[in-house]
């Protein structure tokens, strides 16, 4: 049987909305009330919608976590486009297996720790903003990479990438921070990509096409 905990304390509102989307909604909820006071209202209509759908996307729903020390969950909700085995990383040396995934604008966008351990290095790349769904996206867009050391002295890497819309990527821990497995550690806005770098020799959970869960759904079991 199969058990779960908490990474993080689970949130006291029904519907949890992340913090870095609090201003957005602000303004976009005032334009609403203000296009309402002038009676335009179509576009206080519209406004209304784009509110709510904001509201939507910076959604932060709790998460319980799969216990198990070796097994790597995914970092993000969205949609494995590409699995590479057997290649190079270009944010630390050797051969790793690489899982890349998908976030369109309808998926929570809130990033999760995909393995208990700790940080530690973390490089940020200025770039440009392709698609997030294009290969060259890995290399040639904005990113953040992040290195962690789990409790059993492996290595994983996974790189948060903005995509064509997103021109902000939010990173909450630092290098030396003790981490743990489904853990919130950031977030990239309105579409975007997380690229997973794992040992070759882990046993991996998923197949091109799968559709993950940021904390919940397994990527791979280290060995």
């Not at 309402?36 to 939507?56: D, E, K, N, Q, R």
């Not at 990033?111 to 440009?128: A, D, M």
């Not at 030396?176 to 497995?181: L, M, N, S, T």
Request: aromatic share 10%; with cysteine.
């Amino acid at each position: 049987m199969k058990t779960f905990s908490w990474s993080d304390k689970p949130s006291t509102t029904a519907f949890p909305i992340e913090r870095a989307g609090y201003p957005i909604i602000f303004a976009a909820a005032l334009t609403t009330f203000v296009l309402a006071l002038l009676s335009i209202t179509w576009a206080a209509i519209a406004a209304l919608v784009i509110t709510f759908f904001i509201c939507f996307f910076f959604r932060d729903p709790d998460r319980v976590i799969p216990d198990g020390e070796n097994l790597v969950v995914s970092p993000a909700d969205g949609k494995i486009i590409s699995i590479i085995p057997d290649t190079e990383n270009p944010h630390a040396k050797g051969r790793w297996t690489k899982i890349s995934i998908f976030m369109s604008v309808f998926n929570v966008h809130v990033n999760r720790v995909p393995l208990s351990g700790k940080i530690t290095k973390i490089s940020y790349f200025p770039g440009k903003f392709f698609s997030a769904n294009l290969d060259k996206a890995s290399k040639e867009n904005e990113h953040n990479a992040l290195l962690l050391k789990s409790d059993q002295d492996q290595m994983i890497c996974f790189v948060q990438i903005a995509g064509l819309i997103a021109r902000r990527i939010i990173c909450k821990v630092q290098e030396g921070d003790e981490v743990k497995k489904g853990q919130r550690f950031g977030m990239i806005c309105f579409g975007s990509r997380l690229d997973v770098y794992l040992p070759v020799s882990t046993s991996l959970k998923v197949s091109k096409g799968d559709k993950v869960s940021a904390g919940v759904s397994a990527l791979g079991e280290l060995i």
